[in-house]
Each structure stands twice: as structure tokens, then as C-alpha cells.
């Protein structure tokens, strides 16, 4: 029983232990608990307290923020309304009399506000008091007679100052005084029209209104009426002024109107003058403080000026004068629309480029404005079609580089960006026109094609298959294109058949030429191809021009300096428009147009190709090795190419010959002209170079090639060095492509003959290539003893075709005339017929 009873007090006491141990437990839990809560309020008291802080803070700089921002705002707003106010009435709209001078108006901009005073703000410089007129309003002026009279002789003269000569036409009614009021305007002969006349007037504006449907001039009629016109006036006058008032200003009539009331209508300003100060309805309650009137010998001085200029005509149009409202806004697809000046009566003359009329023929003497014509229809064309629309190619056979401003120069980056291709100086290099007459051809050639795939989709009125969608128009210019074709050889022959399958074909598929020609008999070269000419229906003709019209057509005898006479009828009397053109000679000008237009360039548009026939091409750093020459154990190709020289092509491409392991793997280099020679084997062994490992022996048997030669070592410091004491031709075996590089190889002599030709015949089989430099194409006959099929490929330079004829597969040898600077390549793995090459410049671009 006490047993038991000490185990039931053991157990009550164990339980009572874990449950004390368990309090204590959930107390310590709750002590725990509560401190981390208290934390947790203390650290809510401070970030609250920080955020209060912070939030003020943030509060206050808001404020002061929006303070400074509205205060610049304010100050900002200010001045825009001020520049608002100067843009709205430019030069002779806006200035104070003290300064004013007549000024041209901007091409293609709507006339402006006029300022007949000014409007004054406390604390703020004075804006302009403007009023509209001229395509916005009529006038409705309210007040001393007087007052309003100063206020219209401010306003005319503004509003002819701002206009060119001619296209206000001004009409004072003035019953009282018989135009005296208005009398400073008396040198422009204005129409007077006194007593009794209104009627006549009010008639004729009427049927004005009903006869034109949009504006041609301004006719700015001003009625200064009295009291018996405004008692006298019938209904019928009233019906046909309110009728002017609703249709007048939308074509060109508009009313100044003093003593005579004017019907209510969205067109009508009405200035109440009182005291020096006016009120009009476009400005509310804000008050104009009108400025003095105009000296009357200033007016007097102006329109004795504006009647001068008027009895002489108009002047030229300006350059500016022929450019869009908005650039880059025409679409080429239904052809090229361009003005090339104006007419006699100061309108532009547009000239079209399409299916009809195809291509352009300009032709005059020298000094007649050939190349002034030219640089203003490409201006006029380039600020109305972008590059997606329009391409241009161009050639100058003239000397004069005219065609340089349309590329990238050290003075100027910008280039015209539809230009594709220009060549400057070609009147040597025929060949280079040739490719790009072959580059259109294949262009034309890609567009047929694709026009006939969509003719067979039933796709053709697409912009896929439309000339002037897909495709941008292309123009071609050749300047002086008698050079081209007078040669009398085969690329005067291959020209002709590819300008006239250019002419014919070109009209459907948007290639457009313009050929232009500055000699008198210069377009002779075109009379002996029919089939050619017949597609040049767009005649410009220049002063004194001969042949460009037809004979009975003496239209260019009689037109003077700076005109031209377009005829798109093939030249035949009774088309002919005459134009006077403008001066596209400013180089300031035109850089300003083309910056502008190349800054606007499309992403991708890519800098044009410019073939200059004077200048010498750089071997480019691509071809040069950048470091030393690869180790053997670096990968090799099986067809290194060897780069001698740049071809005469659209896009500047290398002139390679490829060395592979096929017999006759060689090259010969002939001729006298030692740097050229040396240029041609300097840029054959950088450009191996730099293409993977090789190795390379320099022989040297000439002096005047060893400065050379020692600048080819330097770039190339493995290479073995030979001359005339250690020469030999049995290099030994390598891991690697061997190019032996000889200069002066003529200069080894007999003894050294027959190495030299086991070298030539078994080497290429060996990966060893000999690229050498013989002084004449006789000495390498003697040192390959009459046989010459160890030299796959050879390079001439001052050497005759008649003397190639051993090396050419045709009788005869080539057609080759040699020039300076040029050369002729023949591969005979690769060509038919040689191609003529440019050596590049090496030896003189570094040390």
C-alpha cells in the first residue's frame, strides 16, 4: 500500500515538474514575444517617425520643384510667344520701320501675319501687334479716318514687301480724293477707281470669283468709301460685296475696307482704332499700340524699286526656289517630275523622266551652262525622291571632277544619298564605263525578270513588278559621252549596243539616261545609230546648241545666257518651252542641301562608290598581314589568291590570281616601269601574307628595285634574302606554300636559265609559285627558251599587245595601249580576253 502511494506521489510530482517546466517554457516564450513586439513597435516609432521626416522633406522639395518648374514654364511660355509672334512675320511683315527692308518670301510658305503695332505687358519687353491678311482674312477697319489711312499704308507696304514683284495686285477705290490717299503707291500704277465706279468693280471681282478655281496672284482691293457711297449703296452692290466677303479670300481677293461695312463672316478682321490705340476681334481685349506710319519716301522708294524689277521681269529662280514644300514627299512610281528653272513669266518649268518622255539629250557649246544645267536637275530631283525612290549613277568624262561634291571628301563626310556610283576623270579609263553600262544591263536584266514572275502570278500591277516601286528609278548621267563612243574599237562597239539596249528597254522598267555633250558636233556620235538616238525625245538645248533640235528648229540660236529650250518632241519646232536657269554653281549652297538631305539618309544607306581616274588606290590593310607570317602550323588554304592590283569595276574589287598545285601556277611581271613592277609584286606577297602561312624568298637583281624589296623584307622579316651573289633557284622543300619573288629575274643570266625554268615548270606542283618581274616580254622568251607554258598568268605595263602575242591565245596579241598607271591582267585558267587593272599603291604609304 506505501509502495503504491509513493508511486502515485512520484508520478503527481514528475507531472507537476513538467508542468512547471512547461510554464516556465511558454512564460519564457512570452517574455521572448513581448520583446520582440516592443522591438517591433520601437522600430515602427522610428520608421515612422523617419518617414514623416522624409515625406516633409520629400514634400518641400516637391514644391520648391514645382515652384522652379512653373516659373521656368512661365518664362519659357513667354519667350515662345514672343519667338511665335517674330516667326508669324518674318522680315518685312514684322520689322519696326527703322529697321524694315523688302524681303523674298520662302518657297512653298504661306505669307505671314502683318504688324501694325505693338502690345505691351508690365514687366515684359513689348510683342508684335499682328493681324492676318494675305489667304486669311479680309480687313474691316473703324475709327478717325486718318488714323486708319496711316494704318492701310503700313499694311500695304508689309504686305508688298513680303510678296515678290507682281503678285499683289492692288486696286484703291477712293471717291473722295482719286487715289490720293494712297498716293506714295503711285510708281506701282495701281487701278484707281473713283465715283460711280464701284458698281463696275463689284461686277468685275464677282465674275473673277466665278472664272478662276484657285489662286494665281493676290488682288488686294481697298475701299476707302465715304458716306454718300454708303447711303448710295443698292442691294444688288451689297449682295455681290457680301458674296465677295464669302468666297473672295479662299482665291485670292481680299477687302481693306475703311467707311464701308462689311458682313459678318469667319474671314472678317475688324480693327477698331481709338486714340493710337487698337483692338481687333482675333486678339480680344488685348490693345495695340500702333506704330507711326511709314516714311512716305521710303514708300515712294520701294515701289519706284518694285515697278523697275516689274518692267525687267522676274529675276531667275534661286537654287532654293526649286525645292518642295516637304523633302523626300514623291513617289517615283509613274516617273520622275522635276523643275529646272522658271519661264517667262516667273513660273517653273517641270521636266518629266518616264515612259514618255524615256531619256534626255543636252548638248550646247563651251562655256553654255552644260554642267550648271546638270547640278540643278540632280539638285531638283534629290530634294524630291528619296534614296528608296530614286538611284543615281554618274559619269564625267570632262576633266573637271563636277560629279566629286556628290561623294565623301577629307573636307566633307556628307555625300548625296541616292548617289550609287560616281566616276570623275574616266575619260582614260573607257573600261570603267563600260562595267557600269554592263551594271545596269544586269540590273535592267533583274527587273525583267521580276516583272515577269509577277506577270505570271497575276501580280503585275503590284509594286513588285511596278518600275518605280520595288525598284527605285534609275538615272544615269553621262557627261561628255562622245569620248565613250568615238574610239572606234571594241569598247567603243560594246557602249553603243549597251546604251542602246539600255534606251529601249529602260523606259518599262525605270532606267532613265541623260547623255550630255559640251562640244558643238559632239552629238554627231549619236546621228550614225538610228536606233539610239530615236529614244532621246527629250531635247535640252543650251545657247547656240547645234543638232540637239531639229534643223528648221532655231529656237537655241536666239535664247540668251542662262536659258535653255526644252523640246520632248524629239526636237521639233513648236515644242520648245524656254527656261532660265538658276545659278547651282554656289558650293555653300549646294553643301547646305546635300547635309541636309544626307543627315535625313535612311538607316542602311550605303556611301557611294567613287571611281576617280587620277587617283592611285592604297592596297588595302585587309591585304596586308597584321602581325608576323603564320606559323607552319597553322591552317592553310588550298587556292591562296594573290591580289595585284584594283579592277576598273563599279564596286572596288582586287584583281586576284589564285596558286594552286596545277601546273603553270606563276606570274610574270613586264615592263620598264620599275615601281609600278614592284608595287604589283609588293602587294602579290602581303596579300599572301596575310593569308595564312608561307614562306617567302626575296630576289633581288636589279637596283633600282632594291629600296623595294628591302621594304617588303621589312614587312616580311622571315623571308629569305638573295641577290646577284647568292642567287640560286632550288629552294628546298617545305611544310608550307613557297613564293619565290623575284626582281629584275631577267638579270640571273644564262647560267642561272635552267634552274629558273625546272623552278617555273615543276614548282606549282611543289606548292612553290614564282611571281616575278621581267623588264620586257623578250627576255622572258629568253629565258624560257621560246616556251611559255610554265607562266599561267602575266601582268604588262609598258609593254605593247603586239609584243603580248606570244603569251596571248589570239593572233596578234591584245588590244593594248599602254597608260601610266594601268595595266593588263590575263589569267589564262580564268580569262578569255585580258582585263586592265590598277596597280595598287604600296611602297610609298609606309616606311
Not at 510658305?109 to 501694325?116: D, F, M, N
Not at 479662299?250 to 463672316?265: I, T
Not at 503590284?462 to 528609278?473: E, K, N, S, Y
Request: aromatic share 4%; hydrophobic share 40%.
Amino acid at each position: 500500500m506505501v509502495s503504491h502511494r509513493n508511486a502515485l506521489v512520484a508520478a503527481i510530482r514528475q507531472e507537476l515538474a513538467e508542468a512547471r517546466g512547461t510554464a516556465r517554457a511558454v512564460l519564457a516564450a512570452a517574455e521572448s514575444a513581448r520583446g520582440e513586439a516592443q522591438q517591433r513597435r520601437q522600430l515602427v516609432r522610428e520608421a515612422y517617425a523617419t518617414c514623416l521626416s522624409r515625406l516633409a522633406a520629400a514634400r518641400e522639395a516637391t514644391r520648391a520643384d514645382i515652384e522652379n518648374r512653373y516659373r521656368g514654364e512661365a518664362t519659357r511660355l513667354a519667350g515662345h510667344l514672343r519667338g511665335l509672334a517674330t516667326v508669324s512675320a518674318t522680315g518685312a511683315a514684322g520689322a519696326p520701320w527703322g529697321l524694315w527692308a523688302p524681303s523674298e518670301p520662302v518657297p512653298g510658305k504661306s505669307p505671314g501675319l502683318l504688324r501694325i503695332g505693338t502690345i505691351d505687358f508690365e514687366g515684359t519687353t513689348a510683342l508684335p501687334g499682328l493681324v492676318p491678311l494675305l489667304d486669311v482674312a479680309h480687313l474691316h477697319l473703324s475709327g478717325p479716318p486718318a488714323a486708319l489711312d496711316e494704318v492701310i499704308t503700313g499694311l500695304l507696304l508689309r504686305a508688298l514687301g513680303s510678296t515678290r514683284p507682281g503678285e499683289v495686285e492692288l486696286t484703291v477705290y477712293d471717291p473722295e480724293r482719286l487715289g490720293g490717299t494712297l498716293g506714295a503707291f503711285a510708281p506701282l500704277e495701281p487701278r484707281i477707281v473713283g465715283p460711280g465706279g464701284l458698281t463696275a468693280l463689284l461686277d468685275e471681282l464677282a465674275e473673277h470669283l466665278c472664272s478662276v478655281a484657285g489662286r494665281e496672284t493676290w488682288r488686294l482691293v481697298v475701299l476707302l468709301a465715304d458716306r454718300a457711297t454708303t447711303e448710295e449703296m443698292t442691294r444688288a452692290q451689297r449682295a455681290r460685296l457680301d458674296r465677295i466677303v464669302r468666297t473672295g479670300v479662299g482665291r485670292g481677293v481680299h477687302l481693306v475696307a475703311r467707311g464701308l461695312e462689311l458682313a459678318d463672316h469667319a474671314t472678317v478682321e475688324r480693327i477698331v482704332v481709338r486714340d493710337r490705340i487698337a483692338t481687333c476681334g482675333s486678339l480680344g481685349r488685348l490693345e495695340i499700340r500702333l506704330d507711326p506710319p511709314p516714311p512716305s519716301e521710303r514708300v515712294a522708294a520701294f515701289c519706284r524699286d518694285v515697278a523697275v524689277r516689274l518692267r525687267e521681269g522676274p529675276p531667275p529662280a534661286r537654287l532654293a526656289d526649286l525645292e518642295p514644300a516637304r523633302t523626300w514627299a514623291e513617289s517615283s512610281r509613274h516617273g520622275l517630275i522635276a523643275p529646272l528653272g522658271d519661264s517667262t513669266d516667273g513660273s517653273l518649268v517641270e521636266v518629266r523622266l518616264g515612259d514618255d518622255p524615256p531619256h534626255a539629250l543636252i548638248g550646247g557649246p563651251a562655256g553654255s551652262g552644260k554642267t550648271n544645267l546638270i547640278h540643278t536637275w540632280l539638285g531638283s530631283l534629290a530634294t524630291r525622291y528619296g534614296p528608296e525612290e530614286l538611284a543615281l549613277y554618274l559619269l564625267d568624262f570632262t576633266g573637271d571632277e563636277s560629279f566629286a561634291r556628290y561623294v565623301p571628301s577629307p573636307r566633307d563626310p556628307s555625300w548625296l544619298p541616292q548617289v550609287r556610283l560616281a566616276g570623275v576623270n574616266v575619260s582614260g579609263d573607257r573600261e570603267f564605263a563600260l562595267a557600269m553600262l554592263r551594271h545596269l544591263g544586269e540590273e535592267l536584266r533583274t527587273r525583267a525578270q521580276a516583272g515577269k514572275r509577277h506577270d505570271t502570278d497575276g501580280l503585275s500591277g503590284l509594286r513588285g513588278a511596278d518600275p518605280g516601286g520595288q525598284w527605285p528609278r534609275i538615272v544615269a548621267v553621262i557627261d561628255e559621252f562622245p569620248v565613250l563612243l568615238d574610239g572606234r574599237d571594241a569598247i567603243a562597239d560594246e557602249a553603243a549596243e549597251l546604251l542602246e539596249d539600255l534606251a529601249r528597254r529602260g523606259r518599262t522598267h525605270g532606267v532613265h539616261l541623260i547623255l550630255a555633250c559640251q562640244e558643238v558636233t559632239g552629238i554627231q556620235a549619236l546621228w550614225g545609230r538610228p536606233g539610239l538616238i530615236a529614244q532621246f525625245t527629250l531635247r535640252i538645248a543650251l545657247p547656240k546648241a547645234r543638232r540637239v533640235l531639229t534643223d528648221d528648229n532655231l529656237a537655241a540660236s536666239v535664247i540668251p545666257r542662262h536659258h535653255a529650250v526644252v523640246n520632248t518632241e524629239s526636237g521639233l519646232a513648236g515644242a520648245n518651252r524656254v527656261v532660265r536657269l538658276p545659278d547651282a554653281g554656289d558650293r555653300t549652297a549646294w553643301r547646305a542641301v546635300q547635309r541636309r538631305l544626307w543627315r535625313s539618309r535612311p538607316s542602311g544607306c550605303e556611301e557611294p562608290r567613287l571611281f576617280d581616274g587620277k587617283a592611285v588606290p592604297r592596297l588595302p590593310s585587309a591585304y596586308r598581314p597584321s602581325g608576323r607570317v603564320p606559323s607552319a602550323g597553322a591552317p592553310v588554304g588550298s587556292s591562296p589568291g594573290a591580289v595585284l592590283g584594283e579592277r576598273i569595276d563599279v564596286s572596288a574589287r582586287p584583281a586576284r590570281l589564285r596558286l594552286g598545285r596545277m601546273p603553270g601556277r606563276n606570274l610574270a611581271v613586264l615592263g620598264a616601269r620599275a615601281d609600278e613592277a614592284c608595287d604589283v609584286l609588293a602587294a602579290a606577297a602581303l596579300s599572301l601574307a596575310a593569308q595564312g602561312p608561307a614562306h617567302f624568298s626575296i630576289v633581288c637583281l636589279e637596283p633600282a628595285a632594291e629600296r623595294a624589296a628591302a621594304r617588303l623584307v621589312a614587312e616580311l622579316p622571315t623571308a629569305d634574302w638573295y641577290d646577284s651573289s647568292d642567287v640560286h633557284f632550288d629552294p628546298p622543300a617545305s611544310d608550307v606554300p613557297r613564293y619565290v619573288i623575284g626582281y629584275g629575274l631577267d638579270a640571273a643570266g644564262p647560267p642561272h636559265r635552267p634552274a629558273l625554268r625546272a623552278l617555273l615548270t615543276d614548282g606549282p606542283e611543289k606548292r612553290i609559285h614564282v611571281l616575278g618581274w621581267w623588264r620586257g616580254a623578250g627576255r622572258l622568251r629568253d629565258d624560257l627558251a621560246g616556251r611559255f607554258d610554265p607562266i599561267g598568268a602575266w601582268v604588262a605595263l609598258d609593254v605593247h599587245g603586239s609584243d603580248l602575242a606570244p603569251l596571248y591565245p589570239q593572233p596578234g596579241g591584245p588590244l593594248w595601249h599602254p597608260r601610266p598607271r594601268r595595266a593588263l591582267f590575263f589569267d589564262r585558267s580564268v580569262h578569255r580576253t585580258p582585263e586592265v587593272i590598277i596597280p595598287y599603291e604600296v611602297n610609298s604609304d609606309h616606311t
